[in-house]
């Protein structure tokens, strides 16, 4: 069973700066596509950006390109999500998630991925 524990959200001023990271435990994590999803309050879960095991990222949300960046360490079994200049409406508690058998193309959609975790919670304010 794999495990996915996400860190280092918190509170910021809108153009801060956070990095998340979450860390898996269990499984293969160096096989496995790694996406970064959000939801704010009273909005359906939307993808930010994933990351093929081999470290090529097929996309980025429009909303976050050139902002925020995915990368991965997998003898660390950790994926990151650094967000830069960031904005009030990218509030929203940010979730990792791993799919062990991907298919190409299905990158953004969350019913794709296998594993979850908890969330941690991002706050910006302006």
């Known amino acids: 069973q794999v495990q996915l524990v996400e860190s280092g959200g918190g509170l910021v001023q809108a153009g801060g700066s956070l990095r998340l990271s979450c860390t898996a435990s269990?499984?293969?994590?160096?096989?496995?596509?790694m996406g970064w999803f959000r939801q704010a309050p009273g909005k359906e879960r939307e993808f930010v950006a994933a990351?093929?095991?081999?470290?090529?990222?097929?996309g980025y949300a429009d909303t976050v390109k050139g902002r925020f960046t995915i990368s991965r360490d997998n003898a660390k079994t950790t994926v990151y999500l650094q967000m830069n200049s960031l904005k009030p409406e990218d509030s929203a508690v940010y979730y990792c998630?791993?799919?062990?058998?991907?298919?190409?193309?299905?990158?953004?959609?969350?019913?794709?991925?296998?594993?979850w975790g908890q969330g941690t919670q991002v706050t910006v304010s302006s």
């Open positions: 269990g499984g293969t994590f160096s096989t496995y596509r």
């Open positions: 998630a791993a799919d062990y058998s991907p298919r190409l193309g299905s990158y953004r959609s969350a019913p794709e991925y296998d594993y």
């Open positions: 990351i093929w095991w081999s470290g090529s990222v097929p």
